[in-house]
């Protein structure tokens, strides 16, 4: 079929390289590729060295938690540790885990994509046992983050689905976040004596946008100037107000929200000695230390020991109801409800 | 006993087809091959099973109807622009040449934020479309009914200029050189012979660059048709609206459904191959008809 296709050489762009240029050229692609292959075999002392295996919006909290747990170790008397840490949607991020990547701790956004890490046999099942809190040593809730002085008058879950409001949220088939947003607006409907199912429909009827991941929503809603309403972590909405200027942007609290719980867990088969599973623990342990608590005040999550956060930190969250993933009978249960193949998020698409 | 393939004069073959087969391979039916047998080992029924639901037939339908779409609307232009490249001088004709193979080198996630930020409801174009554009159009249209939302980015309209832009290069860059090898004396003998200029293009010109103009179509139907990196972006990804058929694969994996996510990509895989291979016979037929150009 390509006969036809001839080389650009007729094009104005035409260059012609002579004999002994091109193989330096070759000599030169010989050495990248070689340089290449070497990168991709990096041979790091295994014991001094951590990969967390984080989701979205968590960058600047572990930006800050490892530099604080380097020192720490270091004042400790141990060897300076090599901390490094990757962030992406939640989902893939574990999918990325179970595909052979070699992370020896994941901080995810829920508990249902570390179940499925460890439904592979990477860690056991009872993983969320070992750690205090359900191994989660911050948590945080879903807000709206609306357009300054809230024009369309917002207050509660009820007014999202309202004519001619548009609502941004991710898909809860690609994002922890909104999956978190989709039970935290059906707790409301329940609590208010409304069908789950219906009001959701109706909801979403109002989102003219499915981005795929919380940052992608974040930037649809601040950047490119869509929707009434942005349904967010709280501290992805405090960080768009820190980022983007207080005075373009008001938080509202809903009567009702989720509870959301980012757990934590070392991912057993991945530890190489037990120098190295020493380090995991105790970089998970050090989230939970005053200190650690401290950083995750300071980045807008709702944590547990105020000890040593700063009082401003922590005065700053209001009160609301906060409803557990218990209440949907855990993620196992909600995950295959809700968002599996054929689950009620997808029931709502195919109501035409 | 005969040789299985005639001996030929070039030296080399035994190396180049070596080489060539096993680059094949390893880079292109590995892949495939593994994608068709997990297929396969998921079963037949099943992967109908997966594909025939309403919202997996919608966005295979959404993701071909655009591509086809885009990569007509290349077809024209790319001519057009190819044509004017290769007959004309102009200053920036340089210029332009480079430009046109810009969609290649850019990512196509920087691409696709790029049109976003533009075609968004407070971007540049946006914003004129929806405050000019759109109520004019719904102006002179409204005898007819129809009524244009004014919304370019997180609708169909979005994800087609994505498509367009993506799959230009492709058919200038097949035609071009085509055009730039014919020779004038075949337009001159046309005249000669009390040809119309429109006749002399019909007949002569056109017949030369189709097959060339196939396969760019071809090319930039192919790329249409898997693109996502930009797409993602400027499509709204709203189920049976906006959701293209890649996304939905990465949906699937999302919820570690591997084998709906490779039925999905067979079925993909399926009609790109029916539609290269009508291409391909129309390019055939425009050969024996015309003359191998």
């Known amino acids: 079929m390509t006969a036809t296709i001839r080389p650009r050489g007729s094009a104005a762009s035409a260059t012609q390289t002579t004999g002994p240029d091109r193989t ?18 990096p041979h790091v002392a295994a014991a001094q060295s951590l990969l967390n295996v984080s989701y979205d919006p968590t960058r600047e909290l572990y930006r800050e938690v490892n530099e604080a747990f380097i020192n720490h170790r270091v004042a400790e008397g141990h060897d300076r540790p090599q901390i490094e840490t990757s962030h992406g949607g939640s989902g893939s991020q574990a999918r990325s885990v179970i595909d052979g990547l070699r992370a020896q701790v994941v901080t995810l956004a829920l508990g249902a994509d570390i179940d499925e890490i460890a439904s592979r046999g990477l860690l056991p099942e009872d993983w969320q046992a070992r750690l205090p809190h359900n191994s989660s040593p911050y948590t945080s809730t879903i807000v709206f983050l609306v357009r300054e002085g809230n024009p369309k008058n917002l207050g509660d879950w009820g007014d999202l689905v309202q004519d001619g409001v548009e609502v941004i949220t991710p898909n809860p088939k690609t994002s922890g976040g909104a999956r978190w947003n989709y039970l935290a607006a059906w707790a409301w409907a329940e609590r208010n004596d409304q069908d789950p199912r219906e009001f959701l429909t109706q909801l979403f009827a109002n989102v003219p946008v499915l981005d795929t991941g919380a940052r ?43 509870l959301t719980e980012p757990p934590v867990a070392v991912v057993d088969r991945n530890i190489e000695d037990e120098a190295q599973g020493e380090l995991a623990q105790a970089y998970l342990e050090f989230l939970y230390s005053p200190e650690g608590q401290a950083l995750a005040f300071k980045h807008f999550y709702r944590a547990w020991d105020d000890s040593a956060a700063d009082p401003e930190d922590v005065a700053r969250f209001p009160e609301l109801e906060l409803v557990s993933i218990e209440e949907f009978g855990g993620w196992g249960q909600a995950q295959d409800e809700h968002f599996g193949d054929g689950g009620t998020f997808d029931q709502i698409y195919q109501v035409k | 006993m005969r040789a299985l393939v005639a001996k030929s004069p070039m030296p080399g073959f035994g190396l180049g087809m070596g080489i060539t087969i096993t680059m094949l391979s390893l880079v292109v039916l590995l892949p495939i091959g593994a994608l068709v047998l997990h297929g396969l080992n998921f079963g037949l029924a099943n992967n109908w099973q997966v594909v025939g639901t309403e919202r997996v037939m919608a966005s295979l339908f959404l993701s071909f109807r655009l591509a086809l779409l885009a990569a007509l609307f290349n077809l024209v232009f790319g001519v057009i622009l190819a044509w004017v490249l290769a007959r004309y001088e102009f200053p920036g004709r340089r210029v332009v040449d480079a430009i046109v193979d810009l969609p290649f080198a850019l990512p196509t996630a920087v ?19 929806r405050d000019w554009l759109a109520p004019l159009g719904n102006f002179l249209l409204s005898p007819l009914g129809v009524e244009f939302s ?38 001159e003998a046309s005249a000669t012979l009390g040809a119309s200029r429109a006749h002399t293009l019909r007949r002569v010109i056109l017949p030369m660059l ?3 103009a196939l396969t760019g179509f071809a090319l930039s139907l192919a790329r249409a048709v898997g693109e996502y990196g930009s797409v993602i972006f ?17 949906i699937r994996l999302e919820e570690f459904n591997y084998d709906a996510a490779s039925a999905i990509g067979i079925a993909m895989l399926l009609v790109s191959f029916a539609l290269l291979l009508v291409i391909n016979l129309i390019q055939i037929w425009s050969r024996r008809r015309v003359g191998d150009v």
């Open chain 2, 234 to 250: 400027i499509a709204g990804n709203i189920p049976m609206r906006t959701e293209i058929a890649p996304l939905l694969i990465v």
């Open chain 1, 216 to 258: 992608g929503s974040t930037t649809t809603f601040t950047q490119r100037g869509l929707g009434d309403v942005l349904l967010a972590w709280e501290n992805e909405a405090y960080l768009a107000l820190e980022e983007l200027g207080e005075d373009s942007f008001d938080i509202v609290i809903p009567s009702v929200s989720m």
């Open chain 2, 150 to 187: 004014g919304r370019i980015a997180y609708t169909q309209w979005g994800i087609l200029i994505a498509l367009v832009f993506v799959g230009l290069p492709f058919v200038v860059r097949t035609v071009q050189p085509v055009i730039a090898e014919i020779e004038r004396e075949v337009e």
């Open chain 1, 24 to 41: 330096g050229q070759g000599r030169r692609l010989l050495a990248a590729a070689a340089a290449l292959g070497l990168a991709v075999t």
């Open chain 2, 111 to 129: 691409a696709g934020i790029a049109l976003t930020a533009l075609y968004a409801p407070n971007g540049l174009f946006g914003a004129f479309v």
């Open chain 2, 210 to 212: 189709m097959p060339a």
